[in-house]
């Protein structure tokens, strides 16, 4: 089955610098990747997403880089904000299935004052 | 409803007792979603529902584990003979359409059910 990995399982990094998370899939024939954000004891909730026929997104302060020869996407954000502290998680197409999503493992970040 | 329902948000249970968990999904999506998250891990797939179609229950840990979806909306996982190791915040998602080629919002998720068995 698919198998999303995801780096680094923490990130810290002072206020007003740019965090890099970074996913790995296993399925080539995955074509959407979103990202979920997750406030301590709240809900996921969907960040940005994209899809295989582009190679990147921007929403504001938030971009995602897909690169479908090397089965990578990564999260980008940047001028950090103590706000964006929380986990992200990436995710996937689960292989065979164009329906649920194969999550990775999250990424703690803490956006230091 | 303006967002997926999940009920009760907390539930203590003795160990061996049954549970059920309840989620109402938004008004319209066809497919339902429900995971596991124990404590500081990922999100651990459990069952898929699209429409009338059979659902997806290649995720459920152990033939304790069942779910239906009544009418197409409102599901209930049920969990029997609970054990510790079933302590976890199970959250339900629904999406607009099963798979996700044509919704580009994906999954919207309830706020979960924290289980703790004791």
């Known amino acids: 089955g698919e198998n999303v990995e995801q780096h680094p399982s923490t990130l810290s990094v002072q206020e007003g610098d740019s965090a890099v998370i970074k996913c790995t899939y296993s399925d080539s024939a995955s074509n959407y990747f979103p990202w979920y954000k997750q406030e301590l004891g709240k809900r996921p909730q969907l960040i940005i997403d994209i899809r295989s026929n582009v190679g990147e997104k921007k929403d504001q302060r938030i971009a995602v880089t897909l690169n479908k020869t090397a089965k990578h996407f990564s999260l980008h954000i940047t001028e950090t904000q103590p706000e964006d502290s929380a986990v992200y998680f990436c995710a996937a197409p689960a292989s065979g299935s164009a329906r649920q999503l194969t999550f990775g493992s999250g990424t703690q970040l803490t956006v230091l004052p | 409803g303006a967002g997926v329902s999940q009920s009760p948000s907390n539930k203590v249970t003795e160990k061996g007792k049954d549970v059920e968990l309840r989620c109402d999904p938004i008004s319209g999506h066809t497919a339902l979603y429900w995971y596991r998250q124990s404590l500081g891990q990922g999100l651990e797939f459990l069952i898929y529902?699209?429409?009338?179609?059979?659902?997806?229950k290649s995720g459920l840990p152990s033939d304790r584990f069942s779910a239906e979806r009544t009418g197409g909306s409102v599901s209930t996982l049920t969990i029997q003979r609970t054990q510790q190791e079933d302590s976890a915040v199970y959250l339900c998602?629904?999406?607009?359409?099963?798979?996700?080629?044509?919704?580009?919002?994906?999954?919207?998720f309830g706020s979960g059910t924290r289980l703790t068995v004791v």
């Open positions: 529902f699209q429409g009338n179609s059979a659902p997806d």
């Open positions: 998602a629904s999406s607009l359409v099963g798979g996700l080629q044509g919704d580009s919002r994906g999954y919207t």
